[in-house]
């Protein structure tokens, strides 16, 4: 029997290289999650936080995806999109008292209106100035928030009640305090079908990650973004699948050709642009429920980065492969953000450290290495490595099936076409090997 | 089989794996003009890169004046040779390539100097492009001029002229009339031609102006699938029927025997 | 209604100005040759500060005899700077966009790679000098964090006030008023830029440089070793950029941190597409209008909120007005971004374009 699933294993590796890079990517954040669930009275905090965390970050990351996997443009302003969303819809509901659908619909429409104003000076311009103004854009929607105090400012709670550019979000405090939401789930008649289960299968699975001391708001609230994520998921690849999303990742090869057949480029940046500010601006809607109150500094340009390790961890252009990449970098995340885990995986190299005390006082060196800025170069360093060595991701974008539409083509066609794609390969193949040669002859 | 100034010897070249000259021998004597002619893909261009060592050799020779360096490389030559060296004997090869062969925002005197990148430039400068001016008038009322703001010609004019500033004894020219007007691609012919009669340089060319440029030079040579397929003075393969019919024909009948 | 004190905030704008030129020579030569913009130049800012800090530690360490500040003294600091971060600029083309660029990956996949290297940095200094909140830490508590000029030149605190009006009903308080600090950034901005339009223009190298940014393959063939300056492109513009860092760092009134670069990104930006990329000149008239686009924004609409201004105004006749907060400065280069890829995409004197190849 063992052998058998050794033998299926490593065929199924020979086929796909990437699940061992996966594999090993995802052994030691699995274990560093389940450490940090373990220095933790409630388990099932770190859980829910985990799980809301990863659905938010999923919308927003496939949104990016639409626009950077397939489509081509580096859009590093997503910030601005979570910030609208949450922002607007909190501060119309808990400020301007308007009902809370209507508070969301109306921060979805601006987030998506600010995704075609942006898109209109910038969808002509190369991908690199694109960034910077997409990251200028992200960075001016927070200084709006941050400057403007007769509108965008909500009164304090305490007394005398003067703007503060902190918002406090009344959806979600309404949420958790009326009946049944307030409740935990192990008081609720449902939670004792869990049991029954837990003792059907004798795994105290449940007990142990503590669920019975989520509460009933926690698993309503993760239960509408698991169905939002799902109805993203769906609406994104359905995009991708269709023509327009063939278009899509034509003009992502090669702009100028799919002009040269009449397409107008410029048309389907803005729309993708604009769809993709839509959907942001949901994750921002969700965002929101993340905190009990929040500031414009909570909406800095390093959400928008974040991001991109999902994406490109993950792999671009298809869904599966971001929500594998925002699943992993988010259980590490969240993991080393833990506050035993700050604690305990803590290491100072200093002049009273045994070794090189003497060494590190003349250097005047006092080295704190702690796992909130070590996530980041750990991060960091991995998302250059799959930049240079799989640029794919983890699970690469799937080919188009070219057999299907090239039995469109009659005989003589056919030909033409594999003449111009062997061709177009061999030209490719020559470049890369001729770029190749060079450099070997350079060093 | 004597006195060549550079013999190639059955090499066999390409990029990475992929073959693309299969064995090729060819040869320029001195002060003599060379016309390599072939259909489009046949590997003119990578023929005479590897010549010039951008391209590396699988097998076969290229050897300069009988001296054999398997792997010439206009950039190690140039720094090999001293500053003087260069002004007083002149570099083996200049080469001229076919596309992006000048460099946009520098000026044109500073593309000429781009020419002789070599040590203390500037006191073998100007020696130099006296005597470059002399060929090329019109780049000296332009000196200080981006060369971006060059017309084609005058930039096919200012390539030529690069190539020239460090005094090469073998010109190699890829395609120069590429991208030009008739008239002033026989222009071009011309001049490069009497560059051959009064200066003494000899020329490889690889043309698409097959017929013209086969009456002007001494040989030639017909290139097809990285093999040579026909060779011989240049009176000779102008005259050959099956040469006619492919490369110098009419247009028509080409077509309906391919397909 | 006094004028507020016009001249001094035309003092201020000068300097911020000639801080914007010192350090944005850097990220403007990677940009012209190697044509893609660094995000992490935000990094080698702060990077600079940092090294420059810590070799004062050092040194007031190793050497507390130096009073007079002979060897332990800004210009020293400013030369470790240069070398560390131009290390590190070496370091980041060598592991990973050489190697980028061999891949022919994307314009994309460097930016999120510079972005990437940016982040890494940050975190890294974070760890090894103490992260935001905290400002740097210092183990020798009795070594000074701000740095001297060698002892025969002024302290660099020392202010040099011009009063020219006082307390006049109609011009109010009009004073200079800048530090030695302040002067030696303007001085150093305008040698820098100076110098290295010097070498772009003048010299062999400046010229393989730019031989190098129009065509690699064309400029390797005449025998220009365009690895090499590759390599010299980033350790010049890093180390520059390290070294204007160090020497900006005294300039700072309140403590520095790991995220000081960053919050300066984007107005290097602006600078750099403003002035044109691959022109260090545009890039000082450039630095000019941000920086005095910038303070006249803050003086502008901070006169706005005082009572009787365009806020109580429109309060008043139209019943509806937004908030002029000063805050917005720091919105300017965004919105001179806009204007300039909007009207000149090349900025004043640049040879890159901004838009995409179109057909």
């Not at chain 3, 800090?53 to 332990?72: E, G, M, R, V």
């Not at chain 3, 308080?173 to 040698?191: E, Y």
């Not at chain 3, 965004?334 to 838009?355: D, N, Q, Y």
């Amino acid at each position: 029997m063992k052998r058998v699933d050794v033998s299926r294993f490593s065929s199924l590796v020979r086929k796909h290289p990437e699940l061992l890079i996966g594999l090993a990517l995802a052994i030691p954040v699995v274990l560093l999650y389940l450490y940090a669930l373990t220095t933790l009275e409630v388990k099932s905090k770190l859980l829910f936080s985990t799980a809301s965390a990863l659905l938010v970050f999923f919308v927003g990351a496939i949104s990016l995806d639409l626009e950077v996997g397939s489509l081509g443009l580096p859009n590093f302003g997503k910030v601005a999109f979570f910030a609208l969303g949450a922002y607007i819809s909190a501060l119309l509901y808990s400020v301007y008292d308007v009902s809370y659908l209507v508070a969301v619909i109306t921060a979805l429409i601006i987030s998506s209106l600010f995704g075609y104003v942006l898109s209109i000076p910038t969808v002509r311009l190369r991908a690199d100035y694109f960034a910077i103004m997409t990251i200028a854009g992200g960075e001016f929607i927070r200084f709006v928030f941050q400057n403007e105090k007769r509108w965008l400012w909500a009164p304090s709670i305490l007394p005398p009640h003067t703007p503060t550019q902190i918002i406090s979000n009344r959806a979600k405090i309404e949420l958790t305090n009326i009946s049944p939401f307030n409740m935990r789930l192990g008081d609720m008649d449902i939670y004792h079908v869990l049991e029954s289960i837990e003792n059907l299968l004798r795994i105290r699975i449940f007990t142990a990650l503590d669920i019975d001391q989520l509460f009933v708001w926690e698993v309503t609230l993760l239960t509408v973004f698991f169905l939002i994520a799902l109805a993203t998921y769906w609406f994104i690849e359905r995009i991708r699948r269709s023509p327009y999303g063939r278009t899509l990742r034509a003009i992502r090869e090669d702009d100028i050709t799919v002009t040269s057949v009449g397409k107008d480029v410029f048309r389907f940046r803005w729309q993708v642009t604009t769809i993709s500010a839509f959907i942001c601006g949901l994750a921002g809607v969700m965002y929101a429920f993340s905190f009990n109150a929040f500031e414009a500094s909570d909406f800095r340009p390093e959400l928008t980065f974040v991001l991109y390790f999902y994406v490109i961890i993950g792999g671009l252009g298809n869904g599966k492969g971001v929500f594998v990449g925002t699943a992993l970098v988010t259980l590490f995340m969240q993991a080393a953000s833990v506050e035993a885990v700050q604690r305990n995986i803590y290491m100072h190299v200093g002049p009273d450290s045994p070794l090189f005390g003497s060494f590190l006082e003349i250097l005047q060196l006092d080295i704190f290495i702690n796992p909130f800025n070590m996530r980041y170069v750990v991060l960091g360093t991995i998302l250059i490595l799959f930049l240079i060595f799989k640029p794919g991701g983890l699970i690469p974008e799937p080919r188009t099936d070219n057999e299907k539409y090239l039995s469109l083509l009659t005989p003589y066609e056919r030909a033409r076409s594999d003449e111009a794609v062997s061709a177009r390969q061999s030209l490719t193949e020559k470049e890369r090997l001729f770029e190749g040669t060079e450099d070997e002859n350079d060093s | 089989m004597t006195k060549a100034f550079l013999r190639a010897e059955n090499i066999v070249s390409g990029y990475g794996k992929l073959h693309v000259i299969n064995g090729a021998n060819i040869h320029i004597d001195e002060r003599e003009m060379v016309t390599v002619i072939g259909p489009n893909g046949s590997g003119k261009s990578t023929l005479i890169k590897t010549l010039i060592g951008l391209v590396k050799i699988f097998d076969g020779r290229v050897t300069i004046r009988d001296e054999e360096r398997g792997w010439l490389d206009v950039q190690t030559r140039k720094r090999q040779m001293k500053p003087d060296e260069i002004i007083r004997e002149g570099i083996p090869l200049g080469y001229v390539p076919q596309l992006n062969n000048v460099f946009p925002s520098l000026t044109i005197e500073e593309n000429l100097k781009m020419g002789l990148f070599v040590k203390k430039w500037d006191s073998y400068y100007h020696e130099r492009s006296e005597q470059i001016f002399e060929s090329f008038p019109i780049l000296r009322e332009r000196i200080n001029q981006r060369a971006s703001l060059l017309s084609g010609g005058e930039r096919q004019m200012l390539a030529l002229a690069r190539a020239l500033m460090p005094a090469p004894k073998l010109l190699i020219l890829d395609e120069p009339t590429a991208a030009l007007a008739p008239n002033l691609a026989e222009e071009m012919l011309q001049l490069i031609v009497s560059l051959k009669n009064t200066a003494g340089i000899s020329i490889l060319l690889v043309e698409q102006r097959a017929k013209r440029s086969l009456e002007l030079s001494d040989r030639g040579y017909v290139l097809v699938t990285g093999m040579i397929a026909a060779k011989g003075p240049a009176k000779e393969l102008l005259s050959e029927d099956k040469i006619r019919k492919l490369y110098l024909g009419d247009r028509a009948k080409k077509e309906k025997e391919v397909g | 209604m006094t004028l507020p004190n016009l001249l001094n905030h035309a003092t201020l704008a000068l300097v911020y100005a000639g801080v914007l030129i010192m350090l944005t020579i850097g990220l403007n030569m990677v940009y012209s040759v190697l044509k893609f913009s660094n995000f992490a130049h935000a990094e080698w800012v702060t990077m600079g500060m940092f090294a420059s800090w810590w070799f004062l530690q050092i040194l007031s360490y190793i050497l507390p005899w130096d009073t007079a500040h002979l060897l332990n003294n800004l210009f020293v600091h400013a030369v470790f700077g240069f070398l560390i971060v131009g290390i590190f600029g070496i370091l980041g083309e060598v592991l990973v966009f050489d190697r980028l660029r061999k891949l022919k990956a994307g314009l994309d996949s460097a930016i999120v790679a510079s972005i990437a290297i940016g982040l890494i940095v940050r975190n890294f200094l974070a760890m090894v000098f103490g992260a935001y909140p905290e400002p740097n830490r210092a183990i020798c508590p009795t070594c000074t964090s701000q740095p001297s000029l060698p002892g025969f030149l002024p302290d660099l605190n020392n202010i040099v006030t011009i009063k020219l009006v006082e307390n006049d009903p109609i011009f109010g308080t009009q004073w200079i008023r800048i530090n030695a600090s302040g002067i030696l950034i303007i001085v150093t901005s305008i040698a820098m830029v100076l110098a290295i339009d010097y070498v772009f223009r003048h010299t062999k190298f400046g010229i393989a440089m730019r031989a190098t940014a129009d065509s690699i393959e064309l400029a390797q063939v005449s025998g220009v070793d365009t690895r090499r300056i590759v390599h010299y492109t980033w350790f010049l513009a890093a180390g520059l950029t390290g070294m204007g860092a160090a020497i900006y760092r005294p300039y700072l009134t309140g403590p520095f941190n790991s995220l000081t670069g960053l919050y300066m990104l984007l107005p290097f930006f602006a600078v750099v597409i403003l002035g044109g990329v691959g022109s260090f000149r545009g890039g000082i008239i450039a630095a000019i209008i941000i920086a005095y686009a910038r303070q006249a924004t803050v003086v502008i609409f901070s006169w706005f909120q005082y009572p009787g201004g365009l806020e109580e105004i429109l309060e008043e006749h139209i019943g509806f007005t937004i908030t002029f907060s000063p805050g917005y400065a720091d919105a300017i280069p965004f919105v001179i971004l806009i204007i300039v890829l909007l009207i000149r995409p090349r900025g004043i004197a640049g040879s890159v374009e901004a838009t995409r190849e179109r057909v």
